[in-house]
């Protein structure tokens, strides 16, 4: 199905532990990105990307890392997850990245114990 | 510090009148805005946008207007209907910049 698609949808890991977020687009967007939504703080930018291999940070991207090898992926890992990084995590693409709209996948919901 | 501010977190209005949804912002630099609605365990939906070149964007029942002097944006929806029921998010974005800004949402109730 064409879109953009996030796994897992739900997510529950331990603290210290490492855990990566997919992220898979069918349109060929170069830009892509991670947001994550808390209470009172809306959306966040977490880290972008321009192109394959051309990463950037965000608001509020310590504790996170990504990469992008190919186009189409783009992969958000916890290195080591802290009870602060329970989130909702949502992917985004974009065709430009400029004036243009980015659509979101249906987000992962991730809880750290 | 937030560069997009939607003061109000919610907003109740009756089926049939006007949902009015306002954002504020502090960047200058800022010269497209957008509006994205959110249903509970779904992403966020592009809605409508605006440039600042206009003061007005409409799509049928959705209205943004632009008051550049004022760095303020609002979303008129009339008329509302129950499925308009979502949390609204206000986004802008500059030409310098990759990612689009968001507010905190407001979260619109439209009863019957």
């Known amino acids: 199905d064409a879109g953009i698609t996030q796994s897992p949808r739900y997510k529950i890991t331990e603290t210290g532990r490492q855990v990566t977020l997919m992220c898979h687009q069918t349109?060929?967007?170069?830009?892509m990105f991670w947001y994550r939504q808390d209470l009172g703080h809306g959306l966040r930018l977490i880290y972008y990307?321009?192109?394959?291999?051309?990463?950037d940070k965000g608001e509020v991207p310590d504790g996170y890392v990504v990469s992008r090898s190919k186009t189409e992926n783009f992969p958000l890992t916890l290195e080591s997850a802290t009870r602060s990084q329970t989130s909702v995590y949502f992917c985004?693409?974009?065709?430009?990245?400029?004036?243009?709209?980015?659509?979101f996948g249906q987000g992962t919901r991730l809880t750290v114990v | 510090d937030q560069q997009v501010k939607q003061n109000s977190p919610s907003l109740s209005v009756q089926e049939g009148r006007i949902s009015i949804l306002n954002c504020d912002y502090t960047n200058s630099m800022f010269d497209y805005f957008l509006w994205y609605k959110k249903y509970p365990a779904e992403g966020p939906t592009f809605l409508i946008s605006?440039?600042?070149?206009?003061d007005k964007n409409e799509d049928g029942r959705f209205t943004v207007f632009l008051n550049k002097s004022a760095k303020h944006l609002s979303l008129h929806i009339v008329p509302s209907q129950p499925g308009d029921s979502a949390v609204y998010f206000c986004?802008?974005?500059?030409?310098?910049?990759?990612?689009?800004?968001f507010g905190k949402g407001t979260s619109l109730l439209v009863t019957p």
């Open positions: 605006i440039s600042s070149i206009k």
């Open positions: 990307s321009a192109a394959a291999d051309i990463t």
């Open positions: 349109w060929s967007h170069s830009y």
């Open positions: 985004a693409s974009s065709e430009t990245g400029v004036n243009t709209e980015a659509f």
């Open positions: 986004a802008a974005a500059s030409d310098t910049g990759y990612a689009l800004n």
